[in-house]
């Protein structure tokens, strides 16, 4: 069920990854920026699925209320600006009057629900939340992103799972770097009890066992890093947006598109509340 | 959790939207620890422009249950005795005074830790470390 699949590869893997996601998520994009620049004085807004809150301070003239269902951005964002007004709540079940703000933001957030008919449900509660006239700008992940890093592009499967690998925390790095493991092989054989004749034939087999045990021991240690790496290796699901699809779903959501483009791997909408 | 999201907060329960009960949330004066920011700074003209936007029934329902009896009932009026609409400019003392009131309550006042529940379902919400939580629990999901 969808709802089973949001919970299990969104809603639990953000708050495992929350403080390393943090980390990564620090610059504020420009055309984000720009939009809440150009909110008049006073204005009253939110931010659905702020994550660690970078948008929650770009303009100290407006009030925004950043929410998230992951507590642990949540607390993230808190430590970053105790002075953020952020909240734990569910973007479906928002818990804000109608008709109320003035705008909203929804950054890198909509592609995490899992079928089409919640993403538009979606974005019709966050536009329920504001008032007639009002815009939101909604940002969702896009599926032609050729030169980043990941490579998606045009053709390929829309619904993806799409991995996160956890840094080590130093607890483990330190364990297992400190781990005895390259026990010491013997430089040279004991000779001792060996006749001098057989003491050749007797080094080469040593040198052999020698060879086995060190590349067994590669083996393994190769092993256990692809099991640490299996271990901190966690997987979000996300819709990546095709060009005009997102428009698409504002329209279905009954809004009205009055600004669209492409920032950072993602596709934008301004959306206005008819 | 500055005092003016509280005029913000329904409940999340989405039958007791058909009530009239889920704003604001009742909150419990005696189970909320309550704290002061002086860093915040007075923008008048931001305050102006925000109290357009509040409910300001809400407002003293809230204050009262926090032990601030002050607040009159109805909304101070800036405005009708300046020409300008709503400019902080035109303010009198007084009212920059009655303005300066409502920012250490709006805007420096918050609650550090405590608990609010809905008038209509009485589901309790937890405010913990400043942050209030209002995921609901499967059953109410």
Known sequence: MAEQKEEEYVHKIYNEIASHFSETRYKPWPIVTDFLEHRPMGSVGIDVGCGNGKYLGINPNIFIIGSDHSSGLIECAHDIDNAYNVLVADGMKLPHRENTFDFAISIAVVHHWSTRERRVQAINHILSKIKSGGEALIYCWALEQR???????????????????????????????????????????????????????????????????????????????????????????????????LEEDCVSAGGKVKGSGYEKDNWYVVVQKQ | MKFLTTNFLKCSVGACDNSNDNFPLRYEGSKCQIVQDETVEFNPQFLLNILDRVDWNAIVTVARELGNQSLPVTKPQFTHQNGDANTASNLTEDELAVLQDLHVLLLQTSIAEGQMSCRNCNHIYHIKNGIPNLLLPPHLA
């Open chain 1, 147 to 245: 030169s980043s890093r990941r490579g998606y592009q045009e053709g390929m499967e829309q619904d993806v799972l799409v991995p996160w690998v956890l840094h080590e925390t130093k607890k483990e790095k330190h364990s297992s770097s400190d781990k005895p493991k390259k026990l010491k092989l013997a430089s040279a054989p004991d000779l001792t009890n060996i006749p001098l004749k057989e003491r050749a034939a007797f080094i080469a087999n040593w040198r052999k066992e020698e060879e086995q045990k060190r590349l067994a021991l590669i083996k393994e240690e190769a092993k256990e890093k692809e099991e640490t790496a299996k271990k901190n290796t966690k997987y979000r699901y996300y819709h990546l947006y095709k060009e005009g699809e």
